[in-house]
Each structure stands twice: as C-alpha cells, then as structure tokens.
C-alpha cells in the first residue's frame, strides 16, 4: 500500500524547478506532502483531499488526479531552504495512513 | 504549547530487553499514531488510535504494543527488543479522521538495539 515517489533523489541550482510524483497503486482518500530535514521531524506542506484539487503557497504547489491515483509536487523557484527529503502520505480509508519512501532534493548555490 | 513531545530522544537496547516510548500531545487530538522511519523505506505505520480506549494495527504491528487510556498519551511498548527494531521512532497526532488533517510530528526518537 506504499505510494511509489520518483525521482528518488534531485540536485537543482538555486531558481530551478523540479516535479515530484507520488502514485498509488489503491484509490486514494487523500495526499499530504511533508518536508523532512536532516535529524529532524516531517513537517507538514499541504493536503489534498478532492481529485483534481490544486494547492499551493509560496512557491510550492501540489496536483491531486484521483483517477491516475496520483498527486504531483511542485517547487518553483527554488530555494536553498527547500533542501530535504519530500515525503507523500496517502490514505484509502480515513484512518491508515502510509508514506512513501521519500524524494531527496538537494539546492546548491 | 508543547505540541508532541517524545522521550527518550535516545536509547540503546540489549536484545530481549523491554521498554516503553513515551508520546503525549497537548492539542487535544483525537487521532494519535507511531511511525518507525529506516533508511531507504520512508515511514511506516506501527499502530494508531482514533481516540482513548481505541487502538488498531498498522502496517507493522509485530512485536510492539500500545494502549491508549486518555488523549494526551500514547506510549509504544516494545515486548522484546530485538536488532531489526533499530530505527527512529515518530509519535504523530491530529484531528480525528487522521488523513483529512494535518499530522503533527514529535522529534522522534532513536532507538538502537544490540
């Protein structure tokens, strides 16, 4: 029940932008996205909770296709802060929640 | 508030050896779970609770126990240590209906077995 994510990892200059997938092979509930830096807890990014809904703040914005069972990340622009591994979570129930196993993304000067 | 807070931030195990991890929250959430994270393998679901007295399986149960006998605390038990428990340890908590609403992490815990 664990979403697949691809790239498993990406290496972008400051201003770049990158995409993160994150499918499912179960229809979805909802997404959420988390960032995690190093030694340090997820925090949360955004949820999606309707196929075909669309978020966003700042710079970062996410896609949810219910019917490809799919969601997508965006980061537009970015920043050395954006560094970390991106994690998507899914659920099909309500109460199971599994993660994906991360998109490493690293922003160098 | 303190948010979700976790301890030990650290501990080192013998094998067969019994502890607990201590998670509470000062939210007033319903909705309360532990995660272990492993190289490689992102998080994965240990056990969860949708309120106090409710607690159901993830999606690796085995060898850890919990109980929830009011909202603010859920401890993880682990029965009898052993090397393949090594990991980091994430206690999480949010409104009821866990998927619909932002999860809140605690710093987690490193646990090592030897």
């Known amino acids: 029940q664990q979403p697949v994510q691809s790239p498993q990892a990406v290496i972008l200059r400051e201003g770049e932008d990158a995409v993160i997938n994150c499918s499912s092979s179960k229809a979805l509930y909802s997404v959420h996205w988390y960032r995690q830096k190093h030694g340090e807890a997820p925090v ?12 966003g703040h700042d710079k970062i914005s996410a896609s949810f296709n219910e019917k490809k069972q799919q969601s997508s990340l965006y980061l537009t622009a970015s920043q050395l802060s954006y560094s970390g591994t991106y994690f998507c979570g899914t659920s099909n129930t309500g109460n199971q929640f599994y993660f994906g196993t991360g998109t490493s993304l690293t922003v160098i000067p | 508030n303190a948010g979700v807070t976790q301890t030990p931030k650290f501990q080192v195990l013998k094998t067969g050896q019994s502890m607990t991890l201590q998670c509470a929250q ?19 679901l240990i056990h969860y609770s949708v309120g106090a007295g409710i607690t159901d399986q993830g999606e690796v149960p085995n060898g850890y126990n919990v109980s929830r006998s009011t909202t603010e605390d859920f401890p ?26 932002e999860q809140y992490f605690g710093p987690g815990t490193r646990l090592t077995v030897t």
């Open chain 2, 26 to 44: 000062d939210m007033n959430h319903e909705y309360m779970s532990w995660y272990r994270q492993d190289p490689g393998m992102g998080l994965r």
């Open chain 2, 76 to 101: 993880l038990r682990l029965l009898s240590a052993a090397p393949s428990q090594t990991s980091v340890y994430f206690c999480a908590s949010s409104y009821i209906g866990g998927s619909s609403y």
């Open chain 1, 44 to 55: 949360f990014l955004m949820i999606l909770l309707k196929g075909g809904e669309q978020k």
